[in-house]
């Protein structure tokens, strides 16, 4: 089985502009998330979606927004970016949504903002 | 809240000797515990989980967990190190919201060396 897949796997964008990040999960799997790590803040849950609904956000600002296809395909969107959301974006998919499983995690998007 | 706390945030360990990364959890409900391993430039690998049904869990790479209560602790070990053991290892715990996410709160990492 392919593993989860983003794309792209770098990126390079300037103070004001936005970004798009994509996110293919495992085969099967119904359930993305999407984590930020950054050197200072370390690995910080930004949202998780389940069947097309976002289930839960972590603590970013409105800038930073998802969605989830009807084939669980998920995007991620920053606006506005700013030299602090310099940072690897990490997606992971599980099975189903639920705190027992586990999440297989995508290489990532490493994202500098100039 | 659910927090975990990784104590060391550098181990550094000669190859063939005993890897000891530890993690101590706060959670007001039993707690979901996993490790994580990630490799520079990778994403995150699954090394082993905790979801009660034993206390200590086996993982690949010749890890193991042992989740105690009574230490609120779930702390990493592998009997003898290997060079490709060098990396940053994450503890993470999630099971606060009642079954219905996949959040997971992540310590801070322990990057580990392993010397020759």
């Known amino acids: 089985k392919a593993g989860v897949t983003q794309t792209p796997r770098y990126l390079i964008k300037t103070r004001g502009q936005q970004v798009t990040l994509s996110c293919s999960p495992i085969?099967?799997?119904?359930?993305v998330s999407w984590y930020q790590q950054t050197p200072g803040q370390g690995l910080q849950f930004l949202f998780e979606?389940?069947?097309?609904?976002?289930?839960n956000k972590g603590n970013f600002p409105g800038r930073f927004s998802g969605r989830q296809f009807s084939n669980s395909r998920s995007e991620m969107n920053v606006s506005t970016l700013e030299l602090g959301d310099s940072a690897l974006y990490l997606c992971?998919?599980?099975?189903?949504?639920?705190?027992?499983?586990?999440?297989?995690f995508g290489p990532g998007t490493r994202l500098l903002v100039l | 809240a659910q927090s975990v706390t990784q104590l060391g945030s550098h181990v550094s360990v000669s190859e063939g000797a005993l890897v000891l990364l530890r993690c101590n959890y706060s959670?007001?409900?039993?707690?979901?515990l996993f490790w994580y391993v990630q490799y520079p430039n990778q994403g995150l690998q699954l090394l082993l989980k905790?979801?009660?049904?034993?206390?200590l869990v086996k993982g690949i790479n010749g890890f193991e967990a042992e989740f105690k209560k009574s230490e609120t602790s779930f702390h990493l070990t592998k009997p003898s190190a290997h060079m490709s053991d060098a990396a940053e290892y994450f503890c993470?715990?999630?099971?606060?919201?009642?079954?219905?996410?996949?959040?997971?709160?992540f310590g801070t990492g322990t990057l580990l060396a392993v010397q020759p």
């Open positions: 992971a998919s599980s099975r189903l949504a639920g705190d027992k499983e586990t999440q297989y």
């Open positions: 085969s099967g799997h119904r359930s």
């Open positions: 979606y389940f069947s097309e609904t976002q289930r």
């Open positions: 959670s007001s409900v039993p707690p979901y």
């Open positions: 905790y979801t009660s049904a034993a206390t």
């Open positions: 993470a715990v999630s099971g606060n919201y009642g079954g219905a996410t996949n959040k997971l709160i």
